[in-house]
């Protein structure tokens, strides 16, 4: 069986749909309730046995680094006042696990993005967490279930595995769109599941128009990929948006060696668009105060 404990975080975005709130503040620290959104989704890796984790920015996100490491100077300042519970509070990121960051260089897109890690990652194969999207913390184990479920179906069959959800249909345009197999084309009653389910996927339809779309399965952005997607990333040509698409890698990795995706159990928030953010932090802050956090 083999474990994977390596994952890319893509952080490279400007996050123009989060402007003006991210135009000095990188829009991965923005809050949800007490914590900055990319905090979840290092939280949700490291629950799944994620130990390696890479960062994809630019000069503008250096920010991102520095939460994950320690404030030596804070950390005395801390402590020189006796609020030891509060510095350690801020190191609470495990010491076997590491947080890197390497540059994109140009803007070329996600896919771009990914290959940029290449150096760092190097033989292994790995996860992808888009930290636009925050899986729910709060409700079980859920959110960690679901990296880990992919985690263990990958260790069984070595097939690369996506996360997908239902979305509704004014949302499809938003999201890459999962084409099944005849034989799983029904899709009606997934979002109804409280298990994740596997399926082998056909292809996926980047941001498609409605009329377009084959599914209403949306990748989520949770992705575990055997290290041969590099190559296919290296031979992918710009397309939709004039970008490098990871989407177009994973349509050629499916057609030599077979991918699955895997349902999503629980709910995810989208804090990469302002209105989606904007309920996200919502539902974050209430069930903090809740929990009185
Ligand atoms: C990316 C992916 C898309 C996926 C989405 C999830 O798009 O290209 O397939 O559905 O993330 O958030 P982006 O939102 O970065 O444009």
Same mark, same amino acid.
């Given at each position: 069986?083999?474990?994977?404990t390596?994952?890319?975080?893509?952080?490279a975005?400007f996050?123009? +749909?989060?402007?003006?709130?991210?135009?000095?503040?990188?829009?991965?620290?923005?809050p949800l309730?007490? +914590?900055?959104?990319?905090?979840?989704?290092?939280?949700?890796?490291?629950?799944?046995?994620?130990?390696h984790?890479?960062?994809?920015?630019h000069?503008?996100?250096?920010a991102? #680094?520095?939460?994950?490491?320690?404030?030596? #100077?804070?950390?005395?300042?801390l +402590?020189?006042k006796?609020?030891d519970?509060?510095?350690d509070?801020?190191?609470?990121?495990?010491?076997?696990v590491?947080?890197?960051?390497?540059?994109?260089?140009?803007?070329?897109?996600?896919?771009?993005?990914?290959?940029?890690a290449?150096?760092?990652i190097? #033989?292994?194969?790995?996860?992808?967490?888009? !930290?636009?999207?925050v899986l729910?913390?709060?409700?079980?184990?859920?959110t960690a279930?679901n990296?880990?479920?992919?985690?263990?179906?990958?260790?069984d069959?070595?097939?690369?595995?996506?996360?997908?959800?239902q979305?509704?249909?004014?949302?499809?345009?938003?999201?890459?769109?999962?084409?099944?197999?005849?034989?799983?084309?029904?899709?009606?009653?997934?979002?109804?599941?409280?298990?994740?389910?596997?399926?082998?996927?056909?292809g996926?339809?980047?941001? !498609?128009?409605?009329a377009?779309?084959?599914?209403?399965?949306?990748?989520?952005?949770?992705?575990?990929?055997?290290?041969n997607?590099f190559?296919?990333?290296?031979?992918?040509?710009a397309?939709?948006?004039?970008?490098?698409?990871?989407?177009?890698?994973?349509?050629?990795?499916?057609?030599?060696?077979?991918?699955d995706?895997?349902?999503?159990?629980?709910?995810?928030?989208?804090?990469?668009?302002? +209105?989606?953010?904007?309920q996200?932090?919502?539902?974050?802050?209430?069930?903090?105060?809740?929990?009185?956090?």
């Amino acid at each position: 069986m083999k474990k994977i404990t390596h994952a890319v975080i893509p952080v490279a975005g400007f996050g123009t +749909r989060m402007l003006p709130l991210s135009k000095s503040v990188p829009k991965e620290l923005l809050p949800l309730g007490n +914590r900055p959104a990319i905090h979840y989704v290092v939280e949700e890796a490291i629950a799944a046995g994620i130990k390696h984790i890479v960062l994809v920015g630019h000069a503008q996100k250096s920010a991102i #680094e520095n939460y994950f490491d320690i404030n030596a #100077e804070l950390d005395n300042q801390l +402590r020189h006042k006796g609020k030891d519970a509060l510095a350690d509070s801020l190191n609470w990121l495990p010491e076997d696990v590491t947080v890197s960051m390497i540059r994109q260089g140009q803007p070329l897109g996600l896919g771009h993005a990914v290959l940029a890690a290449r150096p760092i990652i190097g #033989e292994h194969d790995f996860a992808v967490l888009l !930290p636009d999207v925050v899986l729910d913390p709060f409700t079980g184990d859920m959110t960690a279930d679901n990296l880990a479920f992919m985690l263990n179906a990958f260790a069984d069959d070595a097939h690369s595995q996506i996360l997908v959800e239902q979305v509704a249909d004014e949302d499809v345009h938003k999201y890459g769109i999962a084409q099944l197999n005849e034989a799983f084309s029904d899709t009606s009653d997934v979002d109804e599941a409280d298990l994740n389910a596997s399926f082998k996927v056909a292809g996926f339809v980047e941001k !498609p128009n409605l009329a377009d779309a084959p599914s209403r399965l949306a990748v989520v952005g949770r992705y575990v990929f055997s290290n041969n997607i590099f190559d296919y990333l290296a031979n992918t040509t710009a397309s939709v948006g004039g970008e490098i698409q990871l989407t177009d890698a994973i349509d050629a990795l499916i057609s030599q060696h077979g991918v699955d995706v895997t349902t999503m159990r629980g709910d995810s928030y989208d804090a990469g668009d302002m +209105r989606s953010y904007m309920q996200a932090f919502i539902y974050f802050a209430q069930q903090q105060l809740a929990n009185k956090e």
